[in-house]
């Protein structure tokens, strides 16, 4: 069993930053792949980045060169650098744990956390 805890979001004027974190209960963080997802009011919840084991990555092409997403073993937490945001990227974020990659829908996890709010303002 993994229980994930982010945070970090919060509320922040379009063309700034946020970065998140993601915290992992269990001793095998290290052998999941790692993945953010978000929903937006009245959508479907949609990938945005994961991260294997060993730190492959692979993003959504609408956060390609502005979000990055990396990982500390060693203190069982995930992140997610969100640089130049938009309106757009105003949704709750979830992180989840699995162990395909690279992992782009939500069944393709085992574990997700509750999800923390990010608001983008003009």
């Known amino acids: 069993q993994v229980q994930l805890v982010e945070s970090g979001g919060g509320l922040v004027q379009a063309g700034g930053s946020l970065r998140l974190a993601c915290v992992a209960s269990?001793?095998?963080?290290?052998?999941?792949?790692m993945g953010w997802f978000r929903q937006a009011p009245g959508k479907e919840r949609e990938f945005v980045a994961v991260?294997?084991?060993?730190?492959?990555?692979y993003y959504a092409d609408s956060v390609k060169g502005r979000f990055t997403i990396s990982r500390d073993n060693a203190k069982n937490t995930v992140y997610l650098q969100m640089n130049s945001l938009k309106l757009e990227d105003t949704a709750v974020y979830y992180c989840a744990a699995g162990f395909r990659f690279p992992a782009v829908t939500p069944d393709e996890y085992r574990y997700w956390g509750q999800g923390t709010q990010v608001t983008v303002s003009s």
């Open positions: 991260i294997s084991w060993n730190r492959n990555t």
């Open positions: 269990g001793r095998t963080f290290s052998s999941y792949a």
